[in-house]
């Protein structure tokens, strides 16, 4: 009897990845200076020891809803296709404005889709977004979804308990992505994730902001780091691998813990100080100038380092994409560019949001946090 040949189950659909992609950042940003100032803090902790620069923030009536469907509007205005042709609402986050229903209906409902629809809230701490992504991109890879899309959005307004170690690195942002034909990139069917149940940043019911166990997160982020590149590594030559990606994206908590997460890789593969810093300087700064506009968006985080890249980014080059989300689990995704990503459509959505945001002092800062707390579920 002839031998069974392997299927290719990935022949048929391998092409699916990001048609559109659309970004939102709110209307207020405090420049990471003027809160050293009113924590009485050098600023050069901010700025140089967490890599901090702005912190986009949120004013009192505007959530998570807003910022999520001014994103998904300008994905969807600048996506080939129709909207009766979303067949997927998946919204990532860690911000839900209810327990129950999902920050997909509200979108939804803003932007007038419902029927034939599936729509709903994927939560893993920072890794929503991705879990939200992947997910629609199995769905097309199934063979299921037929010629319907999904809108997939990640989307936080990052907020912590005032005088909290973490209130430097705060922030806020949306990154919604139409996932369908590979426009933009290609999302590689293959991915390597790593979890491991831990409490390094948790939420519990009932709290308005997360219990943070800062030192531990590192490590854990680190140790998530680590364990998803020696899965893409696989005992090959790490020089040579690493050298097939023009960038390196990550989730951006701060720039320095990215700093310190490579450094940790580095260390694991013997690497050199020098070898270490020649690869951040070329493969990962560049991709966190949007992070340092925005600060910390949690799920939309990764995206936007992604959403980045991917504007400079010539037919088939490839990057990395590492996403972490606390408790913890963690992936890394690889992506190739599609033939529109060097027109980088979506670059005008960051430069219009910060030309037109308003920056605030110390003193309307500490006036919207006591506006705020009010609102907070
Ligand atoms: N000039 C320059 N650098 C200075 C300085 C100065 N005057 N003063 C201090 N620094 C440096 C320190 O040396 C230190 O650098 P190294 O880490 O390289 O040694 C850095 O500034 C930070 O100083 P501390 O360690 O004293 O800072 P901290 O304890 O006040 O807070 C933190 C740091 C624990 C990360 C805190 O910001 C935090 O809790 N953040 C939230 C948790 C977090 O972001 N974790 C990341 C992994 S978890 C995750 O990724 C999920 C997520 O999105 C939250």
Sequence with gaps: MASKQPIDYFADFSHVGIASIGLHFPP????IVELAKLRNVDPDKYL??????EMALCPEDYTVVELATVAAKRALSRWQGENKNIGMIAVGTESAVDMSRP???WVAANLGLKGAIRSYEAKHACYGGTLALRQAIEWKLAGIAGQKAALVIAVDEALYEQQDPGEPTQGAGAVAMIIDDPVIAHVEPFSYPWSEPVFDFYRPVGCAYPIVDGKFSLECYCQAVKACYQALINGRDPEKVLAEFH???FHVPFPKMVKKALASLGKLLNWDEEKINNLFKQKV????????LCGNAYTASLWIAVANTLKNLDQDKRIAAFSYG?????????LSAGPAAAQGAWAKD??????QRHYISAADYQALRKRKTKTII
């Design 28 to 31: 207020l940003a405090l420049p």
């Design 48 to 53: 140089i020891g967490l890599g901090c620069k």
């Design 103 to 105: 920050l997909s209906a």
């Design 247 to 249: 960038a390196l994206c």
């Design 285 to 292: 700064d560049p991709t966190m100038d949007w992070n340092r």
């Design 326 to 334: 606390s408790g913890f689990g963690s992936e890394l995704l690889t």
């Design 350 to 355: 960051v430069e219009e949001d910060i030309k």
